[in-house]
């Protein structure tokens, strides 16, 4: 099992920049794929951003955020980033970080609930 704890949300204006950091402990954190998901208050959880296993040769981005926003990772440290540029003010939401063992982007991108871990969120404010 894995615990997640999300931090570096906050208040920023709108074409600002943020960087999300998730720190993982538990089993092997190069094992897990990881992602980003959002909601935004009063709307339902999205994905937003994942990234494989390993190296994470592999990321996926919902469109609405392809272009803007970067996800990466450093096994190291145990941690996975979201780079977050050009905010917009609906890009308001919690943000969560998840993991699961496996990395499907078809079926994260679907089923915003679709990771097996979870952390607690950190919000993200966008002011217009």
């Known amino acids: 099992q894995v615990q997640l704890v999300e931090s570096g949300g906050g208040l920023v204006q709108a074409g600002g920049s943020l960087r999300l950091s998730c720190a993982a402990s538990?089993?092997?954190?190069?094992?897990?794929?990881m992602g980003w998901f959002r909601q935004a208050p009063g709307k339902e959880r999205e994905f937003v951003a994942a990234?494989?296993?390993?190296?994470?040769?592999?990321?996926y981005y919902a469109d609405s955020v392809k272009g803007r926003f970067t996800i990466s990772r450093d096994n190291a440290k145990n941690t996975v980033y979201l780079q977050m540029n050009s905010l917009k003010p609906e890009d308001t939401a919690v943000y969560y970080c998840?993991?699961?063992?496996?990395?499907?982007?078809?079926?994260?991108?679907?089923?915003?609930?679709?990771?097996?871990?979870w952390g607690k969120g950190t919000l993200v404010t966008v002011s217009s």
């Open positions: 998840a993991a699961d063992l496996k990395y499907s982007e078809t079926y994260y991108s679907s089923h915003a609930y679709g990771m097996a871990y």
């Open positions: 538990g089993r092997t954190f190069s094992s897990y794929a």
């Open positions: 990234i494989s296993w390993g190296g994470g040769s592999n990321k």
